[in-house]
């Protein structure tokens, strides 16, 4: 029984960054052993953009192995919490979001988890289910088990303090918010990335203050986006989201460096690093392009996504199966066109690439945003293709 527990906090361990009270955890899995009771193993996620990115998938993938171990997972979308905004990391105060922005975005994180949860074994929870009935005395009350000073004490305010800028009262308010999520769910464990550790610690605090054992705290690393050094981020728009095209994904995999490769395959897949570090570092890239592309989208359109590569960029001809739009009357801007199609997010991306003449047609750079569109082939970027006909 012992070399069991061990080996099992041997593989829970893998790929995390740290674990607080690791003989509690030791202590929780042995109770749920004997009991035959599942563990509850809590993670929350603020839904302030619409795509779960591979940032996303490494805390993804520590759920899914604790519900592989017969664990129930509690998949939390901070709906409430969303709209006062996570102080993490930020060096200004966060603008805040609408409900209904809120609850569209939460619509597409039930619809993407899925690729990577087992849903049988996963429980969806808004938290706004139980923090919209918080009385305001109930809140006070809650508030009174936190410091000014200890709020402070935390890297990211005491930066903001010191350079006088802005910290709202209700950013103070952000982690009792999540702390208080453990206590409802009585949660066992809760993960997060390691950005987070302020937050994880207040609801091991909370909890035994409201008479509960705490929660054991398990924290991942932070994934660094395709540039290598920021965290991987949709606003810095280095991420890959999983449901970006498999061409997109493949390609954005392919254009890392050696460094960064290695380390998305220690943190994204289960793959033996020794036989990896031996490969080409083209031939590894290919296999991690593979295996990312095949787990969202398929081993068929892997296949293609690779083809599709090699001729585009080693080949230097056009992939195959080039999405068409038909033109209209009604098309008179390509930035509209290209907006329909998902080739590009936004008025603002489309004016971006064609000052960086990263849009062309039939490899004619096109520069002028009133440009008339006609029937050839539209290059957006390095991979986004379009045919007009």
Same mark, same amino acid.
């Given at each position: 029984?012992?070399?069991?527990?061990?080996?099992?906090?041997?593989?829970?361990?893998?790929?995390?960054?740290?674990?607080?009270?690791?003989?509690?955890?030791?202590?929780?899995?042995?109770?749920?052993?004997?009991?035959?009771?599942?563990?509850?193993?809590?993670?929350?996620?603020?839904?302030?953009?619409?795509?779960?990115?591979?940032?996303?998938?490494?805390?993804?993938?520590?759920?899914?192995?604790?519900?592989?171990?017969?664990?129930?997972?509690?998949?939390?979308?901070?709906?409430?919490?969303?709209?006062?905004?996570?102080?993490?990391?930020?060096?200004?105060?966060?603008?805040?979001?609408?409900?209904?922005?809120?609850?569209?975005?939460?619509?597409?994180?039930?619809?993407?988890?899925?690729?990577?949860?087992?849903?049988?074994?996963?429980?969806?929870?808004?938290?706004?289910?139980?923090? #919209?009935? *918080?009385?305001? &005395?109930?809140?006070?009350? $809650? %508030?009174?088990?936190?410091?000014? !000073?200890?709020?402070?004490?935390?890297?990211?305010?005491?930066?903001?303090?010191?350079?006088?800028?802005?910290?709202?009262?209700?950013?103070?308010?952000?982690?009792?918010?999540?702390?208080?999520?453990?206590?409802?769910?009585?949660?066992?464990?809760?993960?997060?990335?390691?950005?987070?550790?302020?937050?994880?610690?207040?609801?091991?605090?909370?909890?035994?203050?409201?008479?509960?054992?705490?929660?054991?705290?398990?924290?991942?690393?932070?994934?660094?986006?395709?540039?290598?050094?920021?965290?991987?981020?949709?606003?810095?728009?280095?991420?890959?989201?999983?449901?970006?095209?498999?061409?997109?994904?493949?390609?954005?995999?392919?254009?890392?460096? #050696?460094? *960064?490769?290695? &380390?998305?395959?220690?943190? $994204? %897949?289960?793959?033996?690093?020794? !036989?990896?570090?031996?490969?080409?570092?083209?031939?590894?890239?290919?296999?991690?392009?593979?295996?990312?592309?095949?787990?969202?989208?398929?081993?068929?359109?892997?296949?293609?996504?690779?083809?599709?590569?090699?001729?585009?960029?080693?080949?230097?001809?056009?992939?195959?199966?080039?999405?068409?739009?038909?033109?209209?009357?009604?098309?008179?801007?390509?930035?509209?066109?290209?907006?329909?199609?998902?080739?590009?997010?936004?008025?603002?991306?489309?004016?971006?690439?064609?000052?960086?003449?990263?849009?062309?047609?039939?490899?004619?750079?096109?520069?002028?945003?009133?440009?008339?569109?006609?029937?050839?082939?539209?290059?957006?970027?390095?991979?986004?293709? *379009?045919?007009?006909?």
């Amino acid at each position: 029984m012992r070399m069991a527990i061990n080996e099992l906090m041997d593989r829970i361990a893998r790929g995390t960054t740290e674990i607080i009270n690791p003989q509690g955890l030791q202590e929780k899995l042995l109770s749920s052993q004997k009991n035959k009771e599942p563990l509850r193993v809590k993670a929350g996620f603020d839904p302030t953009a619409p795509d779960i990115h591979l940032g996303h998938i490494v805390l993804l993938r520590k759920l899914r192995q604790f519900q592989d171990l017969g664990h129930r997972v509690i998949f939390l979308i901070g709906d409430f919490t969303a709209q006062i905004g996570d102080p993490t990391g930020k060096d200004q105060l966060r603008p805040r979001l609408e409900r209904e922005e809120i609850q569209r975005n939460a619509r597409t994180y039930k619809e993407q988890v899925f690729k990577v949860l087992d849903p049988k074994r996963t429980e969806v929870v808004f938290n706004s289910a139980w923090l #919209d009935k *918080l009385s305001p &005395r109930e809140i006070l009350s $809650l %508030t009174a088990h936190s410091s000014v !000073a200890q709020m402070l004490a935390r890297a990211d305010f005491k930066k903001r303090f010191e350079e006088q800028k802005e910290i709202s009262l209700l950013e103070f308010i952000y982690p009792l918010l999540q702390g208080y999520d453990s206590i409802h769910l009585q949660a066992d464990i809760e993960l997060g990335g390691s950005d987070q550790k302020f937050n994880l610690l207040m609801g091991r605090q909370l909890q035994e203050m409201y008479g509960q054992k705490p929660q054991v705290v398990i924290m991942t690393p932070l994934l660094e986006g395709t540039d290598g050094v920021q965290k991987m981020s949709k606003s810095l728009g280095n991420y890959i989201g999983i449901n970006e095209s498999s061409d997109e994904i493949f390609g954005k995999l392919m254009s890392i460096n #050696d460094q *960064l490769m290695y &380390r998305y395959y220690e943190i $994204l %897949t289960d793959f033996d690093m020794a !036989a990896i570090r031996v490969m080409h570092p083209k031939e590894a890239k290919m296999k991690l392009a593979n295996a990312i592309v095949t787990q969202f989208h398929g081993e068929s359109m892997a296949r293609d996504a690779a083809r599709n590569f090699e001729k585009v960029f080693a080949q230097k001809e056009m992939p195959e199966n080039i999405p068409e739009h038909r033109l209209g009357k009604s098309d008179s801007s390509l930035g509209d066109i290209l907006l329909a199609e998902g080739l590009v997010e936004s008025g603002r991306e489309f004016q971006r690439l064609l000052g960086q003449g990263a849009i062309t047609h039939n490899n004619q750079v096109i520069s002028d945003s009133h440009w008339y569109p006609h029937p050839g082939v539209i290059k957006v970027g390095k991979r986004r293709f *379009l045919k007009l006909v």
